[in-house]
């Protein structure tokens, strides 16, 4: 079965910790993205990655950077959190071999920034 | 104009009632229609998919695409308690590897 994975279902952190959150997917997927998701913003993207090593910037880059250091791991890290990163964060994985663009979504990251 | 337009409601039905969700698109590219279904505290899941125009029927579900229109349309029939969820239209133009996400509706069924 497909699985994509979140380290953390909720994190609860400081204002200027660094904060990372893993994902990891077991589909052999080139494409994984990472969003967030707000209440009367919807999903918004903040990082995707199409390669190993490789990265592009998303709709709201700023305040995150991205790392995939293998192709089932991408991890999104807060350099300083800021309570207006609270959020849910969801990780998705995808195939360009499938033709449709489906994602395929982990459970969600739940961080609350005090 | 966005590019993806959905009613976040929220929608209440009762039971067995008839759904009707729905979103508008102003890129004539897209090519790829789906609807994900999100239970509260899950991620996303993907519900249907749709390529180009016309219907497609999966058990009490029906996906719509109207390109002419650029409308887009998810019925359920016999709603049940477990359909209350939140449901987000997607659409992919088939040359990037983004999708396009609607704000999704949050839906509740009551028994």
């Known amino acids: 079965d497909v699985k994509v994975t979140q380290s953390s279902r909720y994190l609860v952190k400081r204002t200027g910790e660094k904060v990372f959150l893993e994902c990891v997917q077991d589909m052999d997927h080139e494409n994984m993205f990472w969003y967030r998701q707000d209440p009367g913003l919807g999903l918004r993207l903040i990082y995707f990655?199409?390669?190993?090593?490789?990265?592009e910037k998303g709709d709201i880059p700023e305040g995150y950077s991205v790392s995939r250091e293998k192709k089932e791991r991408f991890s999104l890290i807060l350099e300083s959190a800021s309570t207006n990163q609270t959020s849910m964060y969801l990780c998705a994985s995808s195939s360009p071999r499938e033709n449709t663009g489906e994602l395929f979504f982990g459970e969600g990251s739940r961080l609350t920034v005090l | 104009q966005k590019e993806v337009e959905q009613d976040p409601g929220p929608l209440s039905v009762p039971e067995g009632a008839i759904v009707s969700l729905n979103c508008t698109y102003s890129?004539?590219?897209?090519?790829?229609f789906m609807w994900y279904r999100q239970y509260s505290r899950k991620g996303p899941e993907l519900l249907m998919y749709?390529?180009?125009?016309g219907n497609k029927e999966d058990g009490r579900f029906t996906a719509q695409v109207d390109k002419s229109s650029k409308y887009i349309s998810l019925f359920i029939r016999d709603s049940q308690p477990s359909d209350s969820a939140t449901y987000l239209c997607?659409?992919?133009?088939?040359?990037?590897?983004?999708?396009?996400f609607g704000k999704g509706t949050l839906l509740t069924v009551n028994p």
């Open positions: 890129n004539s590219a897209f090519q790829y």
């Open positions: 990655s199409y390669d190993v090593k490789m990265k």
């Open positions: 749709t390529y180009s125009s």
């Open positions: 997607a659409m992919w133009g088939g040359s990037n590897y983004k999708l396009t």
